[in-house]
Nanobody, 126 residues
Protein backbone atom coordinates (compact mmCIF):
# COMPACT_ATOMS: atom_id res chain seq x y z
CA UNK A 1 0.00 0.00 0.00
CA UNK A 2 0.94 3.65 -0.40
CA UNK A 3 -0.28 6.91 1.15
CA UNK A 4 -1.85 9.27 -1.37
CA UNK A 5 -2.84 12.92 -1.18
CA UNK A 6 -4.80 14.92 -3.74
CA UNK A 7 -4.64 18.63 -4.49
CA UNK A 8 -5.75 21.09 -7.13
CA UNK A 9 -9.49 21.04 -6.65
CA UNK A 10 -11.59 24.19 -6.52
CA UNK A 11 -14.61 26.08 -7.79
CA UNK A 12 -14.64 27.04 -11.47
CA UNK A 13 -17.02 28.07 -14.22
CA UNK A 14 -18.31 25.83 -16.96
CA UNK A 15 -15.69 25.57 -19.71
CA UNK A 16 -12.74 26.21 -17.40
CA UNK A 17 -9.83 23.86 -16.71
CA UNK A 18 -8.27 22.38 -13.59
CA UNK A 19 -5.33 20.08 -13.00
CA UNK A 20 -5.53 17.69 -10.10
CA UNK A 21 -2.43 16.17 -8.54
CA UNK A 22 -2.09 12.99 -6.55
CA UNK A 23 1.20 12.70 -4.68
CA UNK A 24 2.48 9.68 -2.81
CA UNK A 25 4.26 10.05 0.49
CA UNK A 26 6.96 7.68 1.59
CA UNK A 27 7.18 5.31 -1.34
CA UNK A 28 7.54 5.52 -5.08
CA UNK A 29 4.51 5.06 -7.32
CA UNK A 30 6.58 3.33 -10.01
CA UNK A 31 5.20 -0.12 -9.16
CA UNK A 32 1.59 1.02 -9.00
CA UNK A 33 -1.13 1.19 -11.60
CA UNK A 34 -3.03 4.39 -10.82
CA UNK A 35 -6.57 5.65 -11.23
CA UNK A 36 -8.87 8.60 -10.63
CA UNK A 37 -12.45 8.23 -9.42
CA UNK A 38 -15.14 10.72 -8.47
CA UNK A 39 -18.21 10.75 -6.29
CA UNK A 40 -21.01 13.26 -6.63
CA UNK A 41 -23.50 13.86 -3.79
CA UNK A 42 -25.99 11.03 -3.53
CA UNK A 43 -24.22 8.94 -6.16
CA UNK A 44 -21.85 6.00 -6.15
CA UNK A 45 -18.16 6.48 -6.73
CA UNK A 46 -17.43 6.20 -10.45
CA UNK A 47 -14.38 5.58 -12.58
CA UNK A 48 -12.81 8.56 -14.35
CA UNK A 49 -9.40 7.57 -15.70
CA UNK A 50 -6.57 5.11 -15.22
CA UNK A 51 -2.93 4.78 -16.22
CA UNK A 52 -0.74 1.70 -16.20
CA UNK A 53 2.38 1.60 -14.11
CA UNK A 54 4.66 1.91 -17.13
CA UNK A 55 2.54 4.78 -18.49
CA UNK A 56 1.95 3.05 -21.81
CA UNK A 57 -1.79 2.52 -21.38
CA UNK A 58 -4.57 4.87 -20.36
CA UNK A 59 -8.30 4.40 -20.07
CA UNK A 60 -11.12 6.90 -19.64
CA UNK A 61 -14.80 6.93 -18.81
CA UNK A 62 -16.88 7.84 -21.83
CA UNK A 63 -18.16 10.94 -20.03
CA UNK A 64 -14.67 12.48 -19.85
CA UNK A 65 -13.04 11.12 -22.99
CA UNK A 66 -11.52 13.92 -25.06
CA UNK A 67 -11.70 16.39 -22.16
CA UNK A 68 -9.60 14.79 -19.38
CA UNK A 69 -6.02 13.52 -19.57
CA UNK A 70 -4.27 11.35 -17.01
CA UNK A 71 -0.47 11.33 -16.77
CA UNK A 72 2.22 10.39 -14.31
CA UNK A 73 5.65 11.58 -13.22
CA UNK A 74 7.23 8.80 -11.19
CA UNK A 75 10.24 10.96 -10.27
CA UNK A 76 7.85 13.34 -8.53
CA UNK A 77 5.71 10.45 -7.22
CA UNK A 78 2.71 12.22 -8.72
CA UNK A 79 -0.20 11.39 -10.99
CA UNK A 80 -2.09 14.19 -12.69
CA UNK A 81 -5.58 14.63 -14.04
CA UNK A 82 -5.85 17.50 -16.50
CA UNK A 83 -9.50 18.47 -16.81
CA UNK A 84 -10.56 20.74 -19.67
CA UNK A 85 -13.96 21.99 -20.81
CA UNK A 86 -15.42 21.31 -17.40
CA UNK A 87 -19.17 20.89 -17.07
CA UNK A 88 -21.49 21.20 -14.06
CA UNK A 89 -21.96 17.42 -14.14
CA UNK A 90 -18.23 17.05 -13.40
CA UNK A 91 -18.88 18.40 -9.91
CA UNK A 92 -17.73 15.77 -7.41
CA UNK A 93 -15.07 14.76 -4.93
CA UNK A 94 -12.16 13.37 -6.94
CA UNK A 95 -9.97 10.67 -5.43
CA UNK A 96 -6.91 8.91 -6.68
CA UNK A 97 -6.18 5.24 -6.12
CA UNK A 98 -3.26 2.85 -6.48
CA UNK A 99 -3.01 -0.83 -7.26
CA UNK A 100 0.19 -2.79 -6.81
CA UNK A 101 0.36 -5.47 -9.47
CA UNK A 102 2.93 -7.42 -11.43
CA UNK A 103 1.27 -6.50 -14.71
CA UNK A 104 1.11 -3.05 -16.22
CA UNK A 105 -2.60 -2.51 -16.78
CA UNK A 106 -5.47 -0.08 -16.37
CA UNK A 107 -8.19 -0.88 -13.86
CA UNK A 108 -11.63 0.72 -13.77
CA UNK A 109 -13.28 -0.86 -10.74
CA UNK A 110 -13.01 0.53 -7.23
CA UNK A 111 -12.57 -2.98 -5.84
CA UNK A 112 -9.38 -3.44 -7.85
CA UNK A 113 -7.47 -0.71 -5.99
CA UNK A 114 -5.57 -1.13 -2.72
CA UNK A 115 -4.89 2.44 -1.60
CA UNK A 116 -6.97 5.61 -1.73
CA UNK A 117 -6.47 9.29 -1.11
CA UNK A 118 -8.88 11.47 0.87
CA UNK A 119 -10.18 13.32 -2.18
CA UNK A 120 -10.39 16.90 -3.41
CA UNK A 121 -13.58 18.80 -4.21
CA UNK A 122 -14.25 20.04 -7.72
CA UNK A 123 -17.25 22.32 -8.21
CA UNK A 124 -18.27 23.53 -11.66
CA UNK A 125 -20.96 26.17 -11.94
CA UNK A 126 -22.86 27.09 -15.08
Amino acid sequence: QVQLGESGGGSVQSGDSLRLSCTASGSSIAKFNMGWFRQAPGKDREFVAAISKDGSNTNYADSVKGRFTISRDDAKKTVYLQMNSLKPEDTAVYSCAARSAYSSYTYSSTSQYDSWGQGTQVTVSS
